[in-house]
């Protein structure tokens, strides 16, 4: 095997690698040996098949595992002998000469191939000890710890019936069986019955409850409503609909009194003991808001230390990934570039830079956490696997069996994982100022989708 570095040039690279016929002949040779004893043919004892015969027999197929194995063992010289580190796997390219090919897989001829592949940059890892962070720290208010508790005294406040006479009014809730039908036609998930229903929740379509306020238990409404351009069920986005709804009931709310007996009923000891775990879930809740923007900053600042040459294919491969959100998203909205103020070529060009920047960074935290010599242990991905099958209740085997079977999926939860250990890495090298804020300050102007987009490396470039 003769192996020719044909290109180098940026990142990328490509080598001419050369079989010879008699070397073709050699491995074919050896692995019908090696099937003598394996292989049973009528009309011969075991072991005593002529190579020839196996040749004319299987020789094509065999050629074929021959030349694979010859592939992978020019990439790993390759790779082995010029100190390589890919960014992808390589792409082989075998002669379009379909009769030299042919030749090749009879041996009677030479087979010449070209590997090309793309390596990853190499750059030494930037100081930061100039770099500052703010870290914006938010602590849950009484206040804010009585909205809660009042809004969970108002989920589980009693219901009495009005009476017969009585109407529904805003705060009331009705239980109602309903038949929605669109230009006459009932469809699919547009007809309940005995659903209760609070009215100025908000929960059902807009305008559905609004036109359900006065109604008598026994009355019968139509109901017309416009389902919303960015309705989930793609097939009813911006449709008009009509629901008959039949009213059975009209209930009107009670008063639930926030006392111990009511943090008794909820499973804690007190009611003290119950603020103390409201203010620990939302004081999570700002925590996770700082750690996000905390997080922004960080990134930010790594992007504007580091400028390398980056692998084409894997900018293409995460601007792929992104612009596919984008499109989904603005079908999902029914929008287009027009609406958002733009242009397809325009916003390609926003979001490719995206897709650099998330490239970037995720070499930069891969390259920090193998110097560092950051690991993810498989315990912590067993954790990250149960917590995943948590979210999908009664299909927790079939969820546990994927991803035990499915090494790609299980490098999916190992990647945020290890990404979060190297922030955590970073973050020790660099000063770090506390900033009480307000509720509203920590949470102005975040956006989880843009975040997502934007600030997130590509997870499996992070490790």
Known sequence: MQVTETLSEGLKREFQVLLAANELEDRLTNEL?????KVQLKGFRPGKVPVAHLRKVYGRSVMADVLQNAVNEANQKI???????????????????KAVVDKALEAKADLAFKVA????????????????????????????????????????????????????GAGDRVTIDFVGRIDGTE??????????????????????????????????????????????????????????????????????????????????????????????????DYEAATRRKLKKELLDALDGKYAFDLPPSLVHQEFAS?????????????????DEDTTEEKAQGEYRKIAERRVRLGLVLAQVGESADIKVSDEEVNQALIARVRQFPGQEQQVWDFYRKNAQALAELRAPLFEEKVVDHVLAQVKLVEEPVSKEALFADEDAEADAADEKPSADKAE
Do not use: C, H
């Not at 040996?33 to 004893?37: A, F, N, V, Y």
């Not at 100039?130 to 208010?141: E, G, H, N, Q, W």
């Not at 069920?233 to 009107?252: I, R």
């Not at 992104?322 to 027009?338: I, M, T, Y």
């Open 322 to 338: 992104v612009w596919a959100q984008v499109e989904q998203d603005l079908k999902n909205r029914g929008k287009s570039f027009e």
């Open 117 to 168: 592949l793309e390596v990853l940059p190499s750059f030494e890892l930037a100081d930061l000890s100039d770099v500052s962070l703010t870290k914006y720290v938010a602590k849950p208010s009484d206040a804010e710890i009585d909205e809660a508790l009042e809004r969970m005294a108002g989920q589980s406040r009693p219901f009495a019936d009005k009476g017969e006479d009585a109407v529904a």
């Open 79 to 97: 790779v082995t002998d010029n100190k390589l580190r890919l960014a992808l796997e390589p792409r082989i390219e075998f002669p379009e000469d």
């Open 187 to 284: 469809f699919e998930g547009g007809k309940g019955e005995g659903i209760d229903l609070e009215l100025g929740s908000n929960s059902f379509i807009p305008g559905f409850e609004d036109q359900l306020v006065g109604a008598k238990p026994g009355e019968s409404r139509l109901v017309k409503v416009t389902f919303p351009e960015a309705y989930g069920a793609e097939q009813l986005a911006g449709k008009d609909a009509e629901f008959d709804v039949a009213v059975q009931k009209v209930q009107a709310p009670g008063e639930v009194k926030i006392d111990d007996a009511f943090a008794t009923g909820l499973g804690m000891e007190s009611l003290e003991k119950l603020r103390e775990a409201v203010s620990k879930a939302i004081g999570s």
């Open 33 to 37: 040996s090696g099937m003598k004893d």
